[in-house]
DNA sequence: CTTCCTTTGCAAAACGTTTTGGATCGGTGT
DNA sequence: ACACCGATCCAAAACGTTTTGCAAAGGAAG
């Protein structure tokens, strides 16, 4: 590597002190140095590509620049990507980067992982999970400004963003019984986890809405994969009045509905519509018809956390704020009409 | 904030000079402090809590102690949280750090956001494709040690890993041979990629090398997605003499494939055998039965991205090296014995 | 007792910035 | 002509490390 070009050099090629440049690139303190000069300077400097030093002036005014990225797991879904470039995104149009680290379910690297964002200086981080779900902070984060990312946690002071499982799943209904249906069955998830509860709601406040009676016969709960999704729906499918729409935990537990609808001879949406949440598109435009499903806003959340934590950082003092992001219905090809 | 620890508090607490707390803590030249006073210093800098700022020490060795990986999509598949997770543990393992950074399509926001890179005094990148492909080096990464990951260059001096795929086609093909079928099928790629050629090749290689003699009709090409895959298999399955097994170029057409059959009365395994390359989790679990597939390597491709440029920082001089890995089969239940 | 090592510890410089307090230099009012 | 003022610019200190040269202390050899 050829020695970079520091502020020295751009300050000896244009005639001027260090200071002078410093001044003339960081306008911050703007009558310190002619409009003139500071213009010759700044060409000077784009012409010797000079790129400043993060770590000099990092060290210089206690700011690195960087924010933190902590997430539990990153390679089974394309969520974490999502979320990783929303933070980016929002993060680089304020001038930071983010530094990525990710401990699977292991503690003690996390902990340590963390260590590593400190060194680094690191000016916040946000902490996600990748589902919904009530975490603890670890405590290594004390002291450092934090944001939760698809995740909350009973401190009232720390901030954080989660999709509005409620809300969602009444999107979701809501398409179904729009599209004029009334005996609409639900396969939710075994698991005890806030999307569980919140979706439940949500499918119970759509019925109530529009006064529609809910045949208790017509909720099951299974494990939120395909083949969970496949067993159950063969269940509900299979009884004599059976529903005409079935509303979905997940895409996945969806595409298991489309595999027992098959297997009856049963075609969506003629026979019965279908919905989902995730818009895993990897699975909602694979299947045919085209999954209609309700997204979940990882991209918009990693935004969101990384500008909240950044005004903390750079204007601190604003109340912690906890927000349930709402969550669009995607339209493909699994709804339609009931059969008459 | 409270202020944090600095070596000066550990060198107080110690009650010896910042110095020996450095040479303490970096055992580097061993000889210079005593055993027991380096046992010493390291307890109460546990004690303190005490975390080295790697800001100050970047700038002091010229060692920031961080790589870029500069990616092209992160969001579409699970397989940019692979790579990224691979170059994460190998640099964990190596007390390096880093920053992901994306940019889609756009090649002068790259340039930025490279430039960034660079302020953050980055010691090394890896340039990574979601793809296998063809790239141009940007040019601002001359004089930056860079490595490709999932891609290949015209240029010798630089290290580049990409799977294998003559071989990966191989590994998919023989598995159908090895189960007893000899009429195959391909559902290729209508895209000019490394992929495309490399499976084809792979392709007609294992059954070369096998005496199977090739029937063209029962090569088709079509869109790289599971609609394309349906209207191949469509074609190919309707055939009056069709094949009894199908090699296909992705998971996704694949899984059009299950549908073709589906659509035709055809059963999986029994009627028609399917093979994928990805191993796509989301979907190869997903389909029943689970899809035998061969699995594209990229944990492994990122461990070894960051461990190839980490060797070259650290002592450099080695020959580039362009490497192709081995991609595993991973059997579910898509792959049986030919009806006879 | 002197001399010469060896072992151990310290003071200070350096890395590339930002920023504070002052210096320099025209020009202006008296 | 003198003091003063505003506008520019500069020298130097500071951020938290690592490392180089040196000093002090202690032990062995003469």
Not at 46 to 72: C, E, F, M
Not at 175 to 200: K, S
Request: charge should be negative; include cysteine.
């Amino acid at each position: 590597m050829t020695t970079r070009v520091g502020i020295r050099e751009v300050a000896k090629a244009a005639g001027v002190s260090v200071t002078t440049v410093s001044h003339a690139l960081n306008d911050a303190t703007s009558s310190r140095v002619k409009a003139e000069t500071q213009q010759h300077v700044r060409d000077v400097a784009r012409n010797l590509g000079y790129a400043p030093n993060r770590l000099a002036s990092g060290l210089r005014n206690q700011r690195s620049q960087i924010l933190g990225l902590v997430s539990d797991e990153i390679t089974t879904t394309p969520f974490a990507g999502a979320m990783i470039r929303g933070a980016q995104d929002a993060a680089y149009e304020r001038g930071y980067v983010v530094m990525v680290v990710n401990s699977g379910l292991d503690s003690e690297l996390e902990h340590r992982e963390i260590t590593m964002l400190q060194q680094h200086q690191v000016d916040g981080v946000v902490y996600a999970r990748l589902y919904h779900q009530g975490v603890e902070l670890p405590p290594a984060l004390s002291g450092i400004p934090t944001v939760l990312l698809d995740a909350v946690t009973g401190d009232p002071a720390v901030s954080s963003i989660v999709p509005d499982e409620v809300e969602a799943a009444e999107t979701a209904v809501e398409a179904l019984i729009r599209a004029g249906h009334t005996r609409i069955g639900m396969i939710n998830n075994v698991d005890d986890i806030p999307a569980t509860h919140g979706r439940l709601e949500g499918f119970h406040n759509a019925l109530r809405r529009h006064g529609i009676e809910h045949d208790p016969r017509h909720l099951v709960i299974g494990q939120p994969i395909t083949s969970g999704g496949r067993e159950a729906a063969l269940g509900l499918l299979s009884h004599p009045d059976r529903p005409t729409a079935l509303f979905c935990f997940s895409d996945r537990v969806a595409m298991g509905a489309y595999q027992a609808a098959a297997a009856l001879g049963l075609t969506v949406p003629e026979d019965v519509s279908i919905v989902g949440i995730d818009n895993l598109e990897l699975i909602a435009d694979s299947l045919w018809p085209g999954l209609t499903t309700v997204a979940l806003p990882h991209y918009d959340m990693g935004r969101w956390a990384v500008n909240r934590v950044l005004d903390d950082i750079e204007r601190p003092g604003a109340p912690p704020k906890q927000v349930r992001l709402a969550c669009p219905l995607i339209e493909r090809g699994s709804v339609g009409p009931p059969r008459t």
